[in-house]
Nanobody, 116 residues
Framework: QLVESGGGSVQAGGSLRISCTAS????????MGWFRQAPGKEREAVAS????????DYAGSVKGRFTISKDNAKNTLYLQMNSLKPEDTAMYYC????????????WGQGTQVTVS
């Protein structure tokens, strides 16, 4: 089960950290990631983190502004978002997949981030 939190409204240039409390998927067998979907647009990958947290990857539009991390002891995935832009406005979802799979098969319900 994945449960996101921490979304909200922020002014452009501001920062926000969203979290995803996960049960059973923050271990070294699962990769995790953040996705977002804006109204009228397709869902897009934002960031991903490897099973051991040692490798991360970012969409070009957020590279240098967003940081993905996880705390296995707390079963929590984070996305620190800095220098937010109006185009970052979207519903943000965390997701997980077993390391042997390509597609993410565990999804949270999403948390809304609005940048004005």
């Amino acid at each position: 089960q994945l449960v996101e939190s921490g979304g909200g409204s922020v002014q452009a240039g501001g920062s926000l950290r969203i979290s995803c409390t996960a049960s059973g998927v923050t271990d070294r067998r699962h990769c995790m990631g953040w996705f977002r979907q804006a109204p009228g647009k397709e869902r897009e990958a934002v960031a991903s983190i490897s099973t051991d947290g040692g490798s991360t990857d970012y969409a070009g539009s957020v590279k240098g502004r967003f940081t993905i991390s996880k705390d296995n002891a707390k079963n929590t995935l984070y996305l620190q978002m800095n220098s937010l832009k109006p185009e970052d406005t979207a519903m943000y979802y965390c997701a997980a997949r077993h390391r042997t799979l390509i597609q993410y098969n565990y999804w949270g319900q999403g948390t809304q981030v609005t940048v004005s």
